[in-house]
């Protein structure tokens, strides 16, 4: 038996209730004018980007943080709420379960989701260590996917989904990346590290990015060759990675069978 999981952060915001107050002539037009140029669906996804940072947030801070009207920001989120994108609680708002929805339907390939599910679970039982599935999105780390066994916790705090560019899974993506990728600043080692993961065909993580977690990561290739995702093991600093590595290679290579068999 397998755990699967995905987490967002989560604060608190000062309590607020019933909606703010509107003079006759801020209308919905009015009101969605007042955004000074920014349309309707930026202010909206602007909430919800502010939603998934805060969580649980009063309208007076969202619109703060978004640089919108009090009234905009209210009738955004009203509209939200209607469909399902936000839940509204004494005065206070949440992603809603639509969001969650459409967030577990993205993939950076299709057919990726549903390709990884047996080889990620059996790679899990066979290890006895956690399993993650990660992409480089924006400069960073995105896991998109985790099994671990039941009788262990993800080793990761919080169940955190982002992090730096600098993991196993996000340097081995990097080696194959296109150079202008924003990255920040690179270690002077970095073409020489980039060409040596090429060659291996993995990268390894050794607590520099987490206190007692190491990983060795592998790519997920799509039909062609081309990396378009990294499977990665997470375990402690006792555990040979180059080992895992090799295990983990033949759960790649089941993941890639598997998205040939979809074109």
Aim: glycine fraction near 8%.
């Amino acid at each position: 038996m397998h755990r699967t999981n995905t987490a967002t952060a989560t604060a608190s915001a000062p309590q607020e209730t019933g909606p703010p107050s509107t003079s006759p002539s801020s209308g919905p037009d009015a009101a969605l004018s007042a955004t000074a140029g920014r349309s309707v669906l930026a202010g909206a996804f602007a909430l919800l980007n502010a939603l998934h940072r805060e969580e649980h947030a009063g309208v007076t801070s969202l619109a703060s943080a978004c640089g919108l009207p009090k009234t905009t920001a209210y009738r955004l989120l009203d509209q939200l709420v209607d469909l399902g994108a936000v839940e509204r609680s004494a005065g206070h708002y949440r992603i809603g379960p639509g969001m969650f929805r459409l967030g577990h339907g993205w993939q950076p390939h299709p057919g990726l989701r549903s390709a990884v599910q047996r080889p990620l679970r059996r790679l899990a039982a066979t290890t006895g260590t956690t399993v993650a599935l990660a992409v480089l999105h924006e400069g960073q780390t995105l896991i998109i996917d985790w099994t671990t066994p039941a009788d262990q916790p993800f080793p990761l705090p919080d169940g955190r989904q982002i992090w730096p560019w600098y993991t196993a899974s996000g340097k081995l993506l990097a080696a194959w990346a296109d150079p202008r990728l924003p990255l920040g600043p690179l270690p002077r080692t970095w073409p020489a590290d980039a060409v040596r993961i090429r060659e291996q065909g993995a990268a390894y993580d050794r607590e520099e990015v987490l206190e007692g977690v190491c990983c060795a990561a592998v790519p997920v290739r799509a039909a062609d060759g081309t990396p378009v995702a990294a499977l990665s093991v997470l375990t402690d600093p006792d555990h040979r990675l180059e080992r895992l590595a090799d295990t983990a290679r033949r759960a790649a290579a089941a993941i890639t069978a598997g998205l040939g068999r979809r074109r």
